[in-house]
């Protein structure tokens, strides 16, 4: 049998690479993935919109390359061989080129090592007029605004230069492109959050001269967000950590600025489901991957304080069909069950939360009877419904007033059942068209109803007693509610 060799056309595939439909902040992440993989300390990017020709520069302070290592780093598709290491992100020896060249049709890498500067550069204009796989060397970009080209000191630069319409940074207006510099300080938060919080290998990231802060999608040190317990499923290569996570109530933020900085890029909603990391680095950001019981999960509003950590070794890159791009995952069939239940229970405690306000307030004492609810859930033929409790001291006694009052009591109770705005609350709440009600409020109002239902609660509990239970009927911490009641009972609060 006879073999020959078909080579590609140099700048057709070359052209080819350049679709992988990176957008520019998941390019740039990449080429902070070669940074760390190479054991830098501080990365620092200038993004320089130049008067509409945009030139970005990534500057590491890691150990520089050598010529023949700065050969091996510009060829597509490393060694196939090569071990990788605990830290090293790669994947296919593709991302720093094809994430630079999706964004621009020059990139230049200049590296300092052991008192020697190499440089190379992929020209896409000249692999296209030259047909072959021709690198420039000895060549320099010029100057960037917010980091040094390394010449002295050892460290790296990778420079994008002629950007074109097929990134997402060419033919803006200053203001859209600043507006793409955020997206990508976001988008470093939450992807390298365990290296800039310390949870992996330090490492500190500054964009145009600013640090860049982590934000872990956790929320690990509020202090009512709920961890379900980590677990370990699979075996052997399989293997992967699996940690869910119940995030607070809305109400539970301190005000309306926190509680949007807790949703992350793209909200609560989008952000809301499996986080897959590989090697402590944020591959998947938010997705329910597919799994579910019948039908596959969707991403819904009662779901959405719903997060979950997987952690994988880079071995099961292929097991979970990790992408060039480091941005799609897909559990492999044998632990798909194991997740969907995992999954399922935390949507479950998920949605709970978020129906109920956080649940449960001031601890009840040994012994003591938990409240009674407002409202009771009941199913029938398969269909859910919710109906006033009338075992609620409150209620129980309106219904126990002489015929008239019963009938009066009985029809309002009807009438509220039936009429609850429900799609109207949901469109609102999913929508967020108007900031929440504010039921913790002190309002003068509701301190005397609240004092009313208080005489109608349980027989033998002191007033602080009374008040604590419905509260916890109505799911409700109000400390300064509270202290206005039991003022106005002549009580101080204690």
């Known amino acids: ?46 993004i320089d919109w130049n008067e509409g020709e945009p030139r970005i520069a990534v500057r590491d302070d890691g150990p520089g390359m050598s010529h023949d290592a700065l050969l091996e ?162 075996i052997g290569a399989q293997a992967v950590q699996v940690t869910p996570f119940v995030l607070p109530h809305r109400d539970r933020f301190a005000n309306e600025a926190e509680f949007n900085a807790a949703g992350g890029p793209g909200g609560w909603a989008e952000r809301q489901g499996f986080y897959v990391y590989r090697a402590k680095r944020l591959v998947v950001a938010g997705s329910w991957l597919g799994l579910g019981g019948h039908r596959e999960w969707t991403k819904d509003e009662s779901s959405r304080l719903a997060r979950i950590t997987i952690d994988l070794p880079q071995s099961a890159d292929a097991l979970w069909r990790i992408d060039v791009r480091k941005a799609r995952a897909r559990p492999p069939a044998a632990l798909r069950g194991r997740l969907s239940a995992m999954g399922g229970q935390c949507r479950d405690r998920a949605r709970e939360v978020f129906a109920w306000r956080g649940g449960q307030i001031r601890t009840m004492k040994p012994g003591q009877e938990p409240p009674a609810p407002v409202w009771n859930e009941e199913h029938r033929s398969g269909k859910r419904s919710y109906r006033i409790n009338r075992e609620h001291p409150v209620i129980a006694q309106l219904l126990g007033g002489d015929a008239s009052t019963r009938r009066l009591a009985r029809a309002a109770i009807s009438l509220i059942e039936r009429s609850v705005p429900v ?57 300064a509610l509270r202290k206005a009641v039991l003022k106005k009972l002549g009580k101080s609060d204690e």
């Open 1 to 46: 049998m006879k073999t020959i060799e078909i080579a590609p056309y140099a700048g057709a595939l070359l052209k080819s690479l350049r679709g992988f439909g990176y957008s520019p902040e998941t390019a740039l992440a990449d080429l902070v993935d070669n940074s760390i993989s190479a054991g830098a300390d501080h990365i620092d990017l200038s």
């Open 423 to 479: 799609e109207r609350i949901w469109l609102d709440i999913s929508e967020n068209v108007e900031a929440a009600v504010d039921l913790e409020a002190v309002d003068g109002f509701l301190v005397d109803d609240l004092v009313a239902a208080i005489g109608a609660s349980k027989a033998g509990a002191s007033p602080e007693e009374a008040l604590d239970g419905l509260l916890r009927s109505i799911r409700l911490e109000a400390p």
């Open 73 to 234: 780093g510009m060829r597509f598709g490393g060694d196939e061989n090569q071990e990788r290491g605990p830290d090293d992100l790669g994947r296919f020896g593709l991302g720093m080129k094809t994430a630079s060249l999706s964004q621009c049709r020059r990139l230049t890498v200049v590296s300092h090592h052991a008192g020697s500067t190499s440089s190379m550069c992929w020209d896409v204009e000249k692999v296209l007029k030259a047909k072959n796989w021709c690198v420039e060397t000895g060549t320099f970009p010029d100057p960037f605004e917010h980091v040094a080209i390394p010449t002295e000191t050892e460290g790296t630069l990778i420079a994008l230069e002629k950007m074109d319409e097929l990134g997402g940074l060419f033919g803006l207006d200053k203001e859209a492109f600043f507006s793409k510099i955020k997206d990508a300080r976001d988008h470093f938060a939450m992807v390298f959050h365990r290296f800039l919080d310390g949870d992996a290998r330090r490492i500190r990231i500054t964009i145009n001269g600013r640090a860049v802060d982590g934000w872990d999608p956790m929320l690990r040190t509020h202090p009512a967000t709920r961890p379900l317990g980590a677990g370990r499923i699979g």
